[in-house]
């Protein structure tokens, strides 16, 4: 059971330069997340899907972009890097508030480096 | 605006001693609050969580201890171990808000030998 996995699990690129992280789940979660993690300032939500198809802006969604086309996968791309986007990314699922109090799952993130 | 505060920012605690790392709150609409632990290279997974008509929960040596009425929440570890390194979140949820969290901003703690 292999939890969420997060690719690529490192990058780097240059400003102005455009990618796409990639989340997928096997445990069948209604509900995925993307974090950034910065030093000091814990987790700030980017987007988040409640299912598939439906995608909602969290914290700090500029400069970025979600498509869930499938319940099972997530993607978070950003189209022209910036330098400020340097960041720790994480992906999490969990399942439906409907289930009662749940736990997030994170996977293991991906470290980005923009120049 | 940082909804859920954290303190200290990191903690150095001897083998064997007591952890104890705060957080505080403004806004009554939460509902749950989860405390997190990251290892170095990996994300974050739940530790221990609590819902405010509950004063104190524990499982192990982690208790979480809640005071409502000042909006307050700490994570206590016992006999503190050096596996028990990590950076820790606190974190909170408003009701109805699809499981969304709102991270403390994280303490890093060292327990030494």
């Known amino acids: 059971n292999a939890g969420v996995t997060q690719t690529p699990k490192f990058r780097v690129l240059k400003t102005g330069q455009s990618m796409t992280l990639l989340c997928a789940q096997d445990?069948?979660?209604?509900?995925m997340y993307w974090y950034r993690q910065d030093p000091g300032m814990g987790l700030r939500l980017i987007h988040y899907?409640?299912?598939?198809?439906?995608?909602a802006k969290g914290e700090v969604p500029d400069g970025y972009n979600v498509s869930r086309l499938k319940k099972q996968n997530f993607l978070l791309g950003l189209e022209s890097a910036a330098p400020s986007q340097t960041s720790v990314y994480f992906c999490?699922?969990?399942?439906?508030?409907?289930?009662?109090?749940?736990?997030?799952?994170f996977g293991d993130g991906t470290r980005l480096s923009i120049l | 605006q940082q909804q859920v505060k954290q303190s200290p920012q990191s903690l150095i605690v001897q083998k064997g001693g007591i952890s104890i790392i705060n957080c505080a709150y403004e806004?009554?609409?939460?509902?749950?609050f989860p405390w997190y632990q990251q290892f170095p290279g990996k994300g974050p997974a739940l530790l221990i969580a609590?819902?405010?008509?509950?004063s104190e929960k524990k499982e192990g040596r982690f208790t979480i201890s809640f005071n409502k009425s000042a909006k307050q929440f700490s994570l206590h570890i016992m006999d503190s171990q050096p596996g028990d390194s990590a950076t820790y979140f606190c974190?909170?949820?408003?009701?109805?808000?699809?499981?969304?969290?709102?991270f403390g901003t994280g303490t890093r703690l060292l327990v030494s030998p």
């Open positions: 999490a699922s969990s399942y439906s508030i409907k289930v009662g109090d749940q736990p997030q799952h």
């Open positions: 445990m069948n979660h209604e509900y």
């Open positions: 899907s409640v299912g598939e198809g439906t995608t």
């Open positions: 806004n009554t609409a939460f509902d749950y």
């Open positions: 609590i819902r405010p008509d509950v």
């Open positions: 974190a909170a949820r408003k009701a109805g808000g699809f499981q969304k969290l709102v």
